[in-house]
């Protein structure tokens, strides 16, 4: 692409395959980001805004936002603090999808069930600057020094066959539901973090003039998510009842609650988490709560 058609356009880094690719192609939809890939080109542009999209791999986004080369990204929490670029970029939000956890692993039938039987033994992993920095302060608070400190070994990938093949006492990977771990005879003896996709932006932008637009995309990705996150629960019941009810559907600052023409009635409008909405609708009916309705939303401001 010629680089003359990228100028005075923001440049947005979302990964170009993996796990988080489709989920991201979903959000800027959402967004009402328009674009098309035609013959999976790695930069497109945007029609409605003067913005260009840039796939990249997802390890690369950190340091392409960091560095100022491009303005937004979206990334997992886990690739910033393995590329060490969490002091050069800022997570404007959490996205909600992508979550797993970056755990430590071993044999289920072994002897090593926790960190402290682990220490000082052989680890791998494909996060060696995280797994390394957490067994740093495991080997350094059990005194552990020169060759008797944990030895992490980096892999690129099936991490999880490294015990079996006799590489590794235990390993450190990304587990989404362990059943791939469970396979294999490993089990989790602690968790390093908990991650999912975040969007971020350079703490060093080149296009300071480009903020507007950054906010404007932020407030929209936002929306999305909360959208996706969140239903609107209405009801009706009866006056006497509103501090029970409102104790139920607090909202997000406070429930919308409008007269009914009958009089001791008001109906109450709130945003609930979905994951709640069952036990929430269980709980208002025996309150009382009548005509209870609840709708999804595509999309909203927060």
């Not at 988080?20 to 930069?43: M, T, W, Y």
């Not at 409605?48 to 340091?63: C, E, G, Q, T």
């Not at 995280?130 to 552990?144: P, Q, S, W």
Request: net charge negative.
């Amino acid at each position: 692409m010629n680089k003359d058609l990228l100028d005075g356009r923001l440049l947005f880094a979302i990964p170009k395959k993996g796990r988080l690719h489709d989920k991201c192609l979903e959000l800027l939809s959402g967004a009402d980001i328009q674009f098309r890939r035609p013959n999976r080109l790695d930069v497109c542009l945007v029609m409605n805004h003067p913005i260009a999209i840039v796939f990249l791999p997802a390890a690369d986004i950190p340091s392409f936002v960091g560095n100022g080369d491009v303005d937004l990204g979206i990334t997992g929490h886990d690739v910033i603090l393995e590329a060490e670029m969490q002091d050069q970029v800022t997570e404007i939000h959490r996205l909600g999808f992508g979550k797993c956890a970056l755990q430590v692993q071993t044999p289920e039938h072994g002897p090593l069930n926790s960190v402290e039987d682990l220490a000082g033994k052989r680890v791998v992993t494909s996060f060696d600057v995280i797994a390394g920095a957490y067994f740093a302060k495991v080997d350094e608070r059990l005194n552990l020094t020169g060759d008797n400190k944990t030895k992490i070994q980096y892999v690129g990938g099936s991490v999880e066959a490294a015990c079996a093949l006799g590489l590794a006492d235990g390993i450190v990977d990304l587990v989404e539901s362990g059943d791939t771990m469970r396979a294999v005879g490993l089990h989790a003896i602690a968790t390093v973090l908990q991650t999912e996709a975040v969007l971020v932006k350079s703490n060093v932008p080149h296009r300071a003039h480009f903020a507007p637009l950054i906010d404007l995309i932020a407030s929209r990705i936002a929306g999305v998510v909360a959208a996706d996150k969140y239903v609107v629960c209405e009801y009706n019941i009866r006056r006497q009842s509103i501090s029970q009810a409102t104790a139920i559907t607090p909202g997000r600052r406070a429930p919308t609650i409008s007269p009914l023409e009958e009089e001791g009635w008001v109906a109450i409008s709130s945003m609930v988490e979905k994951k709640n909405i069952a036990n929430t609708m269980d709980q208002l009916v025996k309150i009382g709560a009548e005509d209870i309705l609840v709708f999804n939303m595509d999309n909203c401001r927060v």
